[in-house]
Nanobody, 114 residues
Framework: QEQLVESGGGLVQPGGSLRLSCAAS????????MGWYRQAPGKQRELVAT???????NYVESVKGRFTISRDNAKNTVYLQMNSLKPEDTAVYYC????????WGQGTQVTVSS
């Protein structure tokens, strides 16, 4: 099911920032942990960050200190604030719902290049 809508990607220079948004349903946000994963050409899918319904967060080591995940349940939206972007962050970013691979969206392209 296409139940997720990602937005906020774009082209930025190294060191720049982007804020990604994932809009979902109230039901999803009330039940599941959420997050972001990314897929770059020639690379394995990578889970970047997660956040539970209680607000606990986890990050892959490579983005710690640069990315911040948050959620606003009133808006049924999860965010990924990305600062100090590097070319290696270039990928399509997808919203993630823990334990529900059947929930998916189109993703949003993030390109970091000079």
């Amino acid at each position: 099911q296409e139940q997720l809508v990602e937005s906020g990607g774009g082209l930025v220079q190294p060191g720049g920032s982007l804020r990604l948004s994932c809009a979902a349903s109230r039901t999803i946000f009330s039940i599941y942990a959420m997050g972001w994963y990314r897929q770059a050409p020639g690379k394995q899918r990578e889970l970047v960050a997660t956040i539970t319904s209680g607000g606990s967060t986890n990050y892959v080591e490579s983005v710690k200190g640069r990315f911040t995940i948050s959620r606003d349940n009133a808006k049924n939206t999860v965010y990924l604030q990305m600062n100090s972007l590097k070319p290696e962050d270039t990928a399509v970013y997808y919203c993630y719902v823990r334990g529900r691979d059947d929930f998916w969206g189109q993703g949003t392209q993030v390109t970091v290049s000079s």
